[in-house]
């Protein structure tokens, strides 16, 4: 796999673990609830439980990313398997991203963060 194909990889599971830290570590501070359209503290704490648990699912892409591109170092089957969890995981950061297009005209600029390096990444490993 191309280095910048891991790079790309690694940078948009860099963002998945930023929207987990968001999503369920962050989520009842202004300035993060804010981000993700929320008016107030109440409507955080109504959304809260949904956020936690969508920022798991955001690590988890991002760990199974990571790991595909340590794997990918091995030889034989371990290298096939870190491209296939590699390929995965970014498919399912690309689908997410044009799910969340798809909300919505006041998405697109979070879709785009989410869809963009992992459709480019994809492109590259799949192209490689």
Avoid at 39 to 52: D, K, L, N, V
Avoid at 63 to 91: E, N, P, Q, W
Avoid at 94 to 121: D, E, N, S
């Amino acid at each position: 796999m191309l280095i910048a194909a891991q790079l790309v990889a690694g940078l948009a599971a860099v963002l998945h673990v930023v929207f987990f830290v968001f999503e369920s570590l962050l989520w009842t501070r202004p300035a993060v609830y804010a981000r993700f359209g929320l008016a107030s503290r109440e409507q955080a704490e109504t959304i809260r439980p949904m956020a936690y648990n969508q920022g798991f699912y955001n690590l988890a892409l991002a760990v199974g990313v990571f790991v595909g591109i340590v794997m990918l170092g091995r030889d034989g089957s371990a290298g096939v398997v870190g491209k296939t969890l590699v390929v995965f995981g970014l498919a399912c950061m690309v689908v997410a991203g044009v799910v969340l297009a798809t909300t919505g005209r006041r998405y697109w600029t979070a879709a785009a963060i989410q869809f963009v390096p992992a459709a480019l990444a994809l492109a590259l490993t799949v192209a490689a």
